[in-house]
């Protein structure tokens, strides 16, 4: 019919119409981003032996470099994810409420330290959590040489077990978010062992992030540890510019994985 049309429009010379074209519009096929909800670590889960050096070279007291470090990292993190996901700071969310929500999680939160051997397929009972979700978790990632400066395991992380379902349906009713990536506890380990790095003050941190990544529905996806060896740096401007950029990077990079 559409050509019959064309002919005749042809034939009594009127000007030849604009016809409209069926299903060659472009169609939107972006999805928005997934959303992240970041639960930062309570201030009991942080443990670090290296405070008094970090805060006499920081010109700080040791309340004020655990604070401080908490802070950096988790924006470290809430930036470094705000490029491929709907990052959600609950530590920012002041419109929100977000202190509320936290107080929330850490109130339905019990805590157990989740340890096996690479080669163990099932945990004691007394020694990990009961569900067998928890005991499916991803390959180990150990280091592999003495050179190595970053790696990440998941043999002995510290699980932040949501003790509520209704605590999730009232998280994803009221941010929507497809993850909850709970960061667990943090720690800073000092290696001063040799009396020449003790004198001189030349000894090397060991930062290690655990963290534990739930889907909405509160089943948990990961649990690991990230382990960074550090040099002697004391002063917390130079830990947030040579540390907590890589731990946040990796984190984003294990989000992306695990969104494919």
């Given at each position: 019919m559409k050509k019959l049309w064309i002919?005749?429009?042809?034939?009594?010379?009127?000007?030849?119409?604009?016809l409209a074209q069926e299903n060659d519009e472009p169609k939107d096929t972006?999805?928005?981003?997934?959303?992240?909800?970041?639960?930062?670590?309570?201030?009991?889960?942080?443990f670090s032996d290296a405070d008094q050096d970090i805060a006499r070279s920081s010109k700080m007291n040791e309340?004020?470099?655990?604070?401080?470090?908490?802070?950096?990292?988790?924006?470290?993190?809430?930036?470094?994810?705000?490029?491929h996901f709907n990052a959600i700071s609950l530590k920012r969310s002041t419109s929100l409420n977000g202190e509320e929500d936290l107080r929330r999680i850490y109130a339905a939160t019990r805590y157990t330290l989740y340890s096996r051997s690479p080669d163990q397929t099932k945990v004691a009972p007394d020694d990990g959590p009961q569900d067998a979700e928890a005991d499916a978790l991803v390959k180990t990632w150990n280091k592999?040489?003495?050179?190595?400066?970053?790696?990440?395991?998941?043999?002995a992380v510290m699980l932040g077990s949501i003790q509520s379902?209704?605590?999730?349906?009232?998280?994803?009713?009221?941010?929507?978010?497809?993850?909850?990536?709970?960061?667990?506890?943090?720690?800073?380990?000092?290696?001063?062992?040799n009396s020449i790095e003790w004198t001189t003050q030349k000894y090397k941190h060991t930062y290690t992030l655990h963290y534990n990544l739930y889907h909405q529905s509160g089943r948990l996806l990961r649990a690991e540890t990230l382990i960074l060896q550090g040099d002697?740096?004391?002063?917390?401007?130079?830990?947030?510019?040579?540390?907590?950029?890589?731990?946040?990077?990796?984190?984003?990079?294990?989000?992306?994985?695990?969104?494919?």
């Amino acid at each position: 019919m559409k050509k019959l049309w064309i002919l005749l429009w042809i034939c009594i010379g009127l000007p030849f119409p604009i016809l409209a074209q069926e299903n060659d519009e472009p169609k939107d096929t972006s999805q928005p981003a997934p959303g992240v909800l970041i639960v930062p670590f309570q201030g009991m889960m942080y443990f670090s032996d290296a405070d008094q050096d970090i805060a006499r070279s920081s010109k700080m007291n040791e309340r004020q470099v655990g604070a401080e470090l908490t802070n950096k990292m988790e924006l470290n993190i809430y930036h470094q994810l705000l490029a491929h996901f709907n990052a959600i700071s609950l530590k920012r969310s002041t419109s929100l409420n977000g202190e509320e929500d936290l107080r929330r999680i850490y109130a339905a939160t019990r805590y157990t330290l989740y340890s096996r051997s690479p080669d163990q397929t099932k945990v004691a009972p007394d020694d990990g959590p009961q569900d067998a979700e928890a005991d499916a978790l991803v390959k180990t990632w150990n280091k592999k040489t003495k050179e190595q400066r970053f790696w990440v395991n998941d043999t002995a992380v510290m699980l932040g077990s949501i003790q509520s379902d209704e605590v999730f349906k009232y998280l994803y009713k009221k941010h929507h978010a497809k993850y909850i990536l709970f960061l667990t506890q943090f720690e800073i380990n000092t290696n001063n062992k040799n009396s020449i790095e003790w004198t001189t003050q030349k000894y090397k941190h060991t930062y290690t992030l655990h963290y534990n990544l739930y889907h909405q529905s509160g089943r948990l996806l990961r649990a690991e540890t990230l382990i960074l060896q550090g040099d002697n740096e004391n002063r917390l401007e130079l830990i947030s510019q040579k540390v907590l950029p890589i731990l946040a990077q990796k984190l984003d990079e294990i989000m992306i994985e695990v969104e494919r």
